[in-house]
């Protein structure tokens, strides 16, 4: 069976970095 929730997951798990990222770079820049 094919589980196309992976590219879901996938996109989602990216995301979450993205913004981690994001949010770590402005508390460490304040």
Do not use: D, F
Not at 6 to 27: C, P, R
Request: charged share 15%; net charge positive.
């Amino acid at each position: 069976m094919k589980r196309p929730q992976i590219k879901e997951i996938a996109i989602l798990t990216g995301a979450l970095l993205i913004h981690g990222i994001l949010l770590v770079s402005l508390l460490t820049n304040v």
